[in-house]
């Protein structure tokens, strides 16, 4: 059983920056494939981003690219995101999540591991 502790939300201006980061608490976090989701109220959970074993695969949504960056560090155990140029429309409850797989996955079924969240609002 692996537990996420993601952290760094809070209220931000829009075009502001946020670092979010999530520590896991497991002695192979390497072996885990890391993703970010996020879900806004009333809408479904989306995939935001996610970053294979050594950081050199990544992907992301489109509407975030060029303003998010996914970065681990396996030392720490601990997956970071990143935000950059935040919009309101990011508002919405970030969550972690990890695959233990060598496969960078957008579909939330994909991985078996979440956090519990943590709420980023972004006022206009």
């Known amino acids: 059983q692996v537990q996420l502790v993601e952290s760094g939300g809070g209220l931000v201006q829009a075009g502001g920056s946020l670092r979010l980061s999530c520590r896991a608490s497991t002695r192979t976090f390497s072996n885990y494939v890391m993703a970010w989701f996020r879900q806004a109220p009333g809408k479904e959970r989306e995939f935001v981003a996610a970053i294979g074993w050594s950081g050199g695969s990544t992907s992301y949504t489109d509407s975030v690219k060029g303003r998010f960056t996914i970065s681990r560090d396996n030392a720490k155990s601990t997956v970071y995101l990143q935000m950059n140029s935040l919009k309101p429309e990011d508002t919405a409850r970030y969550y972690c999540?990890?695959?233990?797989?060598?496969?960078?996955?957008?579909?939330?079924?994909?991985?078996?591991?979440w956090g519990r969240g943590t709420q980023v609002t972004v006022s206009s």
């Open positions: 999540a990890a695959d233990y797989s060598s496969v960078v996955a957008k579909i939330r079924e994909a991985y078996d591991y």
